[in-house]
């Protein structure tokens, strides 16, 4: 037998225009959680990709268990005990947990939901993840999204687990019980695959890490024995600093004014209460707070996204709380969603199109009624230069084809080189490597420097207080309290997180 439950043996894989593995070796041990660190679009999708039979390789060799196999479908896969979580989950959201678990492998010509609901309760209990087989999908949160699809590899008796980025979307907490289960599975026999570029992770969960940059392997490294920063030094090519310079902000006039500001929620409760707030010219803001606690309902009535119930929302001195989200957009509100797929991004369109989405209709990229498609592709490919954003086919590939920080970076890109007067920041660098994450930390910082203003809304804590110059704390709803950067420390927003405002008496 071997020592190796997977071998990947000299992979390589071309698409048009580029060539996303080149000669990669990727080798797990059983009962280990192996990392594979990488810039966005590096290879490390792709590679998984091919393990689990979703792409077939071009040239290598696969081994599971010794033995060579060759993966034509994720039937194949999930055969040899293969499973994978995706980035972006495979669940059909108006069915139930027990319904998506079992689609595809349902079996017979009765449908018995009730031995399979049983089946996935005891699963779920036996590995703590604490799942209602009856639950409908669009009524749980991502993070108990995420372990509907663990459930549905157990369900299948897989024990290679492949898990894609598997933390972009998920709350500090919902990381912290994911490290958790992640180690419970591997007590029980699994072998873990994690995709991800957060090097925090990596160290507390990993414990041999192969790190891939531009389709090339770079290295394997024992994770307890290598440091953080040489670790991202092999990821991007270069040292990586991770903390933001920053000269003191010099704020100006007040951009953004919100009075008492109440917005219902998707419960048609008040998800907003009462909520003020300025944001001048020359700062960052920062909103800071466990998520679902009305941040999204914020964001939505400043960009018009939902109906504000009473007070006002006022951009540059002017009431824009009834105004369309494109008048909002002309007078210079710029917007980076929490949701890149379903708010940022039309993935059916190619890249240029994304790109001057807002500005279709204005000159240089229309005349008359008729788009000039020399000005949008030139405009189009300024964008993916600066913010090297990586795809096949450059700036005709189609938007849902690029990884999921491409496609944060197309979005980012596109929206600070409209120089906004308003930039809204939500989860900026969600889905982002340690390099790409440095960079869109200085464009906060430059925008903010050329006189924008910028409201930051984050999960981050170390994000929020590496760039804003102010923190509102936001509680179910209501502003706890505004609080300068350099005048408070983690402990005591963590405190007004949970609707405590701390003194320097509590502290």
């Known amino acids: 037998m071997s020592d190796y439950v997977i071998e990947m043996l000299g992979i390589r894989k071309e698409f048009p225009g580029i060539v996303a593995n080149d000669d990669i070796t990727l080798q797990v041990k059983e009962g280990e959680i192996h990392a594979i660190l990488g810039e966005n679009g590096a290879g490390k999708s792709t590679l998984m990709s091919i393990l689990f039979g979703l792409y077939h390789a071009d040239r290598g060799v696969i081994k599971v268990r010794g033995k060579e196999v060759r993966i034509n479908s994720p039937n194949d896969a999930n055969d040899l005990g293969i499973g994978m979580v995706h980035q972006h989950f495979q669940l059909v959201h108006n069915y139930t ?4 678990i079992i689609l595809g492998k349902e079996g017979g010509f009765v449908l018995d939901t009730g031995n399979a609901s049983r089946k996935i309760k005891q699963l779920s209990e036996k590995y703590g993840l604490n799942i209602d087989p009856d639950m409908v999908i669009e009524n749980i949160t991502v993070g108990m999204q995420q372990r ?13 687990l492949i898990f894609d980025e598997p933390t972009a979307v998920l709350t500090p907490q919902e990381i912290d019980e994911l490290m958790d289960i992640m180690r419970a599975l591997v007590k029980e026999g699994k072998s873990i695959i994690l995709i991800t570029h957060k090097l925090e992770e990596i160290k507390a969960v990993a414990q041999r890490c192969t790190v891939i940059r531009r389709g090339k392997l770079i290295g394997v490294v024992d994770v307890a024995s290598t440091s953080v920063s040489d670790m991202a030094a092999m990821m991007v090519g270069r040292q990586v600093s991770f903390k933001v310079e920053k000269e003191d902000a010099k704020p100006g006039e007040a951009v953004l004014s919100l009075r008492t500001l109440c917005v219902m929620n998707n419960k048609k409760v008040l998800g907003v209460k009462d ?8 700062e960052i803001v ?6 679902g606690n009305g941040q999204s309902e914020l964001v939505e009535a400043i960009t ?10 006022m951009l540059l001195g002017k009431d824009i709380t009834k105004l369309s989200i494109k008048e909002r957009n002309e007078m ?9 797929q379903k708010r940022g991004l039309i993935l059916s369109q190619p890249l240029y199109d994304n790109f001057i989405i807002k500005d279709f209709d204005k000159e240089p990229f229309s005349r008359h009624g008729l788009l000039n498609k ?10 993916v230069d600066a913010y090297d954003v990586r795809s096949g086919e450059g700036i005709v590939s189609l938007a849902g084809k690029l990884s999921g920080g491409n496609q944060q970076k197309a979005i980012i890109g596109r929206e600070i080189t409209e120089n906004p007067k308003l930039l809204i920041a939500v989860q900026p660098t969600r889905g982002l490597d340690v390099g790409a994450i440095e960079f869109i930390h200085k464009q906060l910082v430059k925008q903010r420097d050329s006189g924008a203003a910028v409201l930051l809304v984050s999960f981050e804590l170390d994000e929020i207080f ?3 110059d102010r923190i509102a704390v936001i509680n179910a709803g209501r502003l706890i309290d505004i609080v300068n950067t350099h005048e408070t420390d983690e402990y005591a927003v963590g405190l007004m997180m949970a609707g405590i405002k701390a003194d320097k008496e509590s502290r």
């Open 286 to 291: 920062g909103i800071a707070g466990v998520d």
């Open 332 to 340: 210079g509100l710029g917007h980076i969603p929490e949701d890149r």
């Open 374 to 383: 020399k000005a949008i592709k030139e405009y189009s490919q300024k964008i």
């Open 304 to 313: 018009g996204l939902r109906p504000v119930e009473s007070g006002s929302v």
């Open 97 to 100: 947990v027990t319904e998506n």
């Open 148 to 160: 509907v699809e663990i459930l549905k590899m157990l369900y299948r008796d897989a024990d290679i």
């Open 275 to 282: 909520f003020s707030l300025d944001v001048h010219a020359g």
């Open 466 to 468: 590496n760039l804003s």
